[in-house]
């Protein structure tokens, strides 16, 4: 069988689709990888949350999967919208690599009890150290990984906060000062694994071909849970929420939340369920995390945004 794999033209996207490409042609179909320039790549001084449009990084590729000019699309899980457009759909998620964020930095010897600028521009890590490391200073910093480092290195901040998955597939784990607690960086959701998109209409031999080559059945348990949760939070890329799930034996622990832009208020919630129920755990979870105060938190968001 012949794959078309289409993909943005960023290192990371390139490494992904690579990847993807690998179990392919080791399980004995041929590929051609498709690189794709989005509305996201081409506007890199504006931050995603001011272009205010969903679907940035997607739409280009999508409308290439529509047509059939591609048969699947490879994105970072935690990229991709809790509501696809109607037609599209996840059809397998990769085993998830080591979920924690981390600081990365050319001086080796950061300390979080020091008053150091860290490099950031997600919602979620910049309120996250407001709340446990106040005395730490953010500096907005955008562009891929090895842009980041160069205006790191040229002292724009101290140090950048990171996905390890990210660090360490563009290969930069001897940069990592520092590997943050999920206790407290709880990850945004999809953290650490690559997933598949495709179009309804791909034909189904194909889609078993994915499914049974590419996706592990752990993480799409854990992946559901947390995408069911982000879904009903209504939470785009630029909202603080956060959710963690993982497998133990048959059952899922979940821990999930949101925070407010400036710290003062986090709330997280911990519950656990059969994975078969992954779905209905991640409304749980929302639902319980709104009744906590999230939906205040949230509205209060979305008038500052
Ligand atoms: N927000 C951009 C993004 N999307 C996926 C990754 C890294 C890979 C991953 O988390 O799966 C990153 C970089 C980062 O957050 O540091």
């Known amino acids: 069988m012949k794959f078309r794999i289409g993909t943005r033209g960023s290192k990371l996207a390139l490494w992904q689709a690579y990847f993807v490409q690998n179990r392919l042609e080791r399980a004995g179909h041929e590929t051609e990888i498709v690189i794709i320039e989005t509305k996201g790549d081409k506007i890199l001084d504006v931050s995603i949350s001011k272009i205010g449009s969903k679907g940035v990084f997607t739409e280009e590729i999508e409308a290439q999967l529509a047509t059939g000019a591609i048969d699947i699309a490879v994105h970072s899980a935690k990229d991709m919208q809790s509501k696809l457009p109607e037609g599209f759909e996840l059809i397998a998620f990769s085993k998830r690599e080591k979920v924690n964020d ?48 160069k205006k790191m290195e040229e002292g724009l901040c101290d140090a950048i906060l990171l996905a390890y998955a990210g660090v360490h597939r563009m290969e930069y784990d001897d940069k990592i000062a520092h590997t943050l607690s999920t206790k407290e960086f709880i990850p945004a959701v999809g953290q650490g694994s690559i997933a598949i998109e495709v179009h309804q209409n791909l034909s189904e031999d194909k889609k078993q071909v994915l499914r049974y080559t590419l996706n592990d059945k752990k993480t799409e348990y ?23 799930a993982t ?59």
């Open 102 to 149: 981390v600081i990365v930095s050319h001086n080796s010897k950061v300390d979080l009890q020091q008053p150091i600028t860290l490099g950031t521009s997600s919602t979620r890590r910049i309120a996250t150290l407001k709340h446990y490391y106040p005395h730490i200073k953010t500096v907005d910093i955008r562009g891929n990984l090895q842009t980041r480092i």
């Open 222 to 244: 854990c992946l559901i849970a947390e995408r069911a949760y982000l879904k009903y939070m209504d939470g785009g890329c630029s909202i603080p929420v956060f959710g963690l």
């Open 247 to 305: 497998l133990q034996g048959s059952s899922i622990e979940m821990e999930a939340g949101i925070i407010s832009l400036d710290g003062q208020t986090r709330i997280a919630i911990k519950l656990t369920e059969e994975a078969a129920e992954a779905e209905k755990l991640g409304i749980l979870m929302a639902k319980q995390v709104l009744k906590a105060g999230g939906d205040k938190i949230l509205k209060e968001i979305k008038q500052q945004l």
